[in-house]
């Protein structure tokens, strides 16, 4: 068919004539509504899975709705020429505006508007986050940008290539194209930092044919030989699936023979450990700068080789050493918390040993890396966030970021952490797991309170000093209900987290279980109460590395299908 000329009006933004917006027919007036009026009180807010749960309900019930005429459905076209050009899907376009655009889809829109649909994307030159690295001719992929480019938007056509090799200053290719455009990132924001955000190399499926490079090769030139479903071996155990059937193939018999190996940086006493350990990894070595928390550390993990060191120290060690499957890194966050009101001596090497993740992945290749931080850092620094992002991906890592809430993940308390998960060549992104605790009619295990979790401390248990918490009261404090959450754990306990008997303070013991460290865990003789509060929860951990594991799984078994 033939394109005709369009009769809708543009005008120019900010006086700027690259930024143009095309007017359609049939303008709607919508009256503004002014929310300024009045500032949030308490109570007003949901909790996030509360949040998560109306959204669901509200899409569900939501009544259907008589087409409006911009409703009507489109017609697809197969192409369509211009002066004697022909345009079809499949092409790469620079707009007017300066962005870009690989079509996927040409369609007449229901006022007789052609329009194309596709892939937007953006010279990382001239990207507004600071986390991506600025090159000449690379573009970013906007995956949750809709797209719907009018014809009148098109300014010429430019050849983009897709590729998934993640090292753009060894990329043969690209120095043979010096004049093409390269997209090997993909970027999904969110605006609710509830949600996650990501930055990722695109997948061998979403990469141009002649521009794809295997999987297996690229994490073979990045860490060498990986064995899949772990580099530890494992006691023979024999796995019933939800559906009670026991699973003997020979993939399978592998799976449950292997476990993923785990080394964790800046360690304390073990809490990320821990959980990893419940979710079924091998714990290989670890590294803290307390010798304190290195001795509780020894305390539970026999398997694991931990020394008391500092990062760069410890990464001295030979790469045979270092390399596992999943590394994880928990810098000192304290001078990126919200709470933190003085500076200190140490603000500068906390601040410098945020970055040494990226030093940390460099040595030890893990395939999947973790971190978790302080939510101040994403809503106070984050430029100090945007740098560490921009490190991983410098290093070919692809990067998903969040704030997770721990009572979503059966820990009595309300505690935001920013997580990071981190995959490197050849990987896919894992995902962040779905929350296991909710209020009620979330269809979710109820929130943990505190009464549940201290009421199973039994009599004479280690760290259960009851009487000296008595003793140690200074004056009675107001009672109060059980059946909830406690506020944050603190290295100080935290501000108001006592009994709720309000006649004594918590123990050691308790002050563990709130942060669900199991019964069976030791803590050495110094310095306990710090350990706990600096601790990230077990059960989070666990949480996130079951929903790792199972990402590193499904990619092993579908490579070893492909080989089979």
Known sequence: MDIGSQSDSSVTIDNDPDQVLFIGRNPIYRPMIDLTQEGPKEGDYLTDAAYNSLLRNWHRNRPATNPTIDERPKRVLNGGRVNGILYTPGQSFELHNGHFIRVQTMFESATGEVMFNGRHLIRSERHIRTYLPKRPNELIWISNEPAEIPFQAIKRFVKINFTNYCHVDNDIQKEGRPHDFFCRLKEHVSMNMQEPSSLEFISF??????????????????????????????PLTITLEDDG???????????????????????GAGGVSCGARSAGLRPTWAFD??????????????????????????????????????????PPCQTFSPAKTVES????????????????????????????????????????????????????????????????????????????????????????????????????????????????????????????????????????????????????????????????????????????????????????????????????????????KESLHQTDAKELGQQE
Request: aromatic share 10%; charged share 25%.
């Open 205 to 234: 499926d979403e990469a141009d044919e002649g521009f794809r490079h295997d999987p297996i090769v690229l994490r073979r030139t990045w860490r060498g030989e990986t064995r899949s479903f772990g580099a530890a071996d494992s």
């Open 245 to 267: 059937v026991v699973d003997l193939t020979e993939q399978g018999i592998r799976r449950d023979r292997r476990q993923y190996t785990f080394g964790d940086g800046f360690c």
């Open 289 to 330: 700068n307390s010798a304190h928390a290195v001795a509780t550390y020894q305390l539970n993990f026999n398997d694991a080789q931990c020394e008391g060191s500092d990062v760069f120290n410890f990464l001295t060690n030979n790469y045979d050493f270092l390399k596992v499957d999943i590394t994880h890194g928990s």
């Open 345 to 548: 001596a140490n603000d500068d090497a906390n601040s410098a040993c945020i970055f040494s993740c990226s030093d940390l992945i460099r040595r030890a290749r893990p395939r999947v890396h973790t971190m978790e931080e302080t939510y101040g850092l994403l809503e106070r620094h984050k430029d100090m966030l945007y740098r560490v992002i921009q490190d991983f991906v410098e290093v070919g890592y692809s990067v998903r970021w969040t704030l997770l809430n721990c009572v979503d993940f059966g820990v009595p308390q309300y505690r935001r952490r920013l997580v990071i998960i981190a995959s490197g060549p050849g990987e896919r992104l894992p995902p962040f797991p779905n929350p296991t605790h909710g209020p009620p009619g979330s269809g979710l295990l109820k929130y943990a309170t505190i009464n549940q979790v201290i009421s199973r401390i039994p009599q004479g248990a280690r760290d259960h000093d009851v009487e000296g918490a008595y003793e140690r009261m200074v004056r009675h404090r107001t009672p109060f209900d059980p059946d909830q959450q406690a506020r944050t754990i603190t290295c100080g306990g935290g501000e108001r987290n006592y009994h709720p008997s309000g006649e004594r303070g918590f123990t050691n013991r308790e002050f563990a279980c709130l942060q669900t460290f199991p019964l069976r865990f030791r803590f050495g003789p110094r310095e306990v109460r710090k350990q706990i509060g600096n601790a990230v929860p077990p059960m989070l951990a666990e949480a996130l590395y079951k929903a790792i």
